[in-house]
């Protein structure tokens, strides 16, 4: 697997470094050890963004959902979507439209 972005996650409820890899046109988010989201959100879902404030907008692209007991699970990112127009990475919580925090991939 190749590195081919980096990103720092930022904000009130979420911090720590995202790695995004490519094998066979196969995009994976990596979370890297010290990622944390606040405890007791129930619906923290992670998104792609052309917003680099990381607002919780329609347009956005869910990815997956951040799962409290196995965080450093891979989230796979369909080839379609183009992390140089979607260059933001969001946590959210989607039941009550609230920023956990933010990070704009840096292309390696």
Not at 70 to 80: G, M
Request: charge should be neutral.
């Amino acid at each position: 697997m190749k590195l081919i972005a980096t990103a720092k996650i930022d904000g009130p409820e979420a911090k720590g470094n995202i790695e995004l890899y490519e094998l066979d046109g196969v995009k994976k988010v990596v979370f890297t050890d010290g990622f944390w989201v606040a405890p007791g959100a129930p619906d923290v879902t992670l998104a792609l963004t052309e917003d680099q404030n990381g607002k919780v907008l329609t347009t956005n692209i869910d990815i997956g959902r951040y799962y409290y007991k196995k965080p450093n699970d891979n989230i796979v990112i369909t080839p379609k979507i183009d992390i140089e127009t979607h260059h933001t990475f969001l946590v959210y919580c989607k039941k009550f439209t609230a920023h956990f925090g933010h990070g704009r991939f840096v292309i390696r």
